[in-house]
């Protein structure tokens, strides 16, 4: 997630309409046997064992083209321009807005698609553009407090609940003889800077038309508490999640956030014990509120209306509560549909605490839509201010609000 995926997409644009109008309608020539889907997307080769199974359940074949990340809108934005686009088309859920806005999506219901009964209502509205469903997520995430469960332990310590729980446990659990801070974030100047402190941000009132309203002030506020007692590595500035993770394995933070995705890792680490809850907030009993995770599958317009009848057919497969378990055995991610999510957690308790945070976690598109990105950009340069010190958390949410137009 780049500042450049978003200049190419606005500058792309009226490129992409244009090319998109003169595709062809016809349907592509069958050559009597089954079609070839390509799937274009930024995951690992992991990820084709589940393709082929969908393809085996759609009647067809299915080939599987894995981009770099940080290459994938550049590419997209090309291939609609030249009318090379994949049959089936994965990205990351906040993208979704943007690339359908050139339109170079299809929407679901001109294929009879519709989100599965259950599905967690953020799914649907990170994949929608104009009231329209573009794409769906079979299986999503979120961050929630990882903490290692000895250090608690032996300094007496239950997991925090409420900010000031955080700050104070933070601070016992940190011991600068050995290098242990007490508590980790990314607070890096990247959209995964945002992704972090949204839930403090969101969950307590902040908004990202008022960038700095009280709420907001509150929240990095505690961020700034959290580096100045020396609780928090000033390093955090420059550290991304997977640095934090690195240091959370390393034994150098107590406790951490971060996704469920990083599961792997802890639990190949011998001698680690672990466990997870939700993220702290201010009182201790508000709902949190935390970013939506996940990459949704879409129908980009080829112009072959069979094979996009046929790609629409492998979207609702990969989305079915069957095949959202399947994903989530890959991927680490949680199945998208609650009641799959709850019997998920059941089987995999370390999913647990994330379970119950994407019940009520939020696309990040909610509000201002294809213009996120700009808020984004705004929320992690505040962060990154305060931090460094180059301005009070109040004087930086305001340049932050000034800067979001």
Known sequence: MKNSRVVAALAGAASVALALAACSSGSSAASGGKQTLTVEDYYTATYDPLYK?????????????HVAGAALIAKVLQQASSRTLPDVLMLDNPDVQQIAATGALAPLKDFGVSAPAGDVP??????TYNGQLYGLAPVINSIALYYN??????????????????KTDASKLTDPGKGVYGFAMS??????????????????GGDEKSLDSPGAR????????????????????????????NQFLAGKAAMMINGPWQLPALNA?????????????????????????????????????????????FVDCMNTPAMQVKIAGVSGNVPAQEAAAADWAKSHPQVESFVKTVKTARARTAELGSKWPTAATAIYTAVQDALTGKASPADALQQAQAQNK
């Open 218 to 245: 509150q929240a990095l506020q505690l961020d700034v508490d959290l580096q100045n007692d020396g609780s928090m590595s000033k390093s955090s500035v420059t550290w991304s999640q997977q640095d934090v993770n």
């Open 122 to 127: 953020s799914v649907v509205n990170a994949g």
């Open 269 to 313: 680490k011998k001698g680690l014990n672990f466990a997870s809850v939700p993220i702290p907030t201010r009182t201790g009993d508000q709902q949190i509120v935390s970013p939506l995770g996940g990459e949704t599958f879409n129908v980009p317009q080829t112009g072959d209306k069979t094979k996009m009848g046929l790609a629409a057919k």
């Open 53 to 65: 199974d969908c393809a085996a359940q759609v009647g067809v074949n299915v080939n599987p083209v």
């Open 187 to 204: 607070n890096i100047n990247t959209y995964e800077g945002t992704w972090q402190f949204l839930p403090f941000f969101w969950t307590n």
């Open 149 to 166: 469960v000895d250090m608690l332990k032996a300094a007496g310590i239950t997991p925090p609940k409420t900010w000031d729980e955080l």
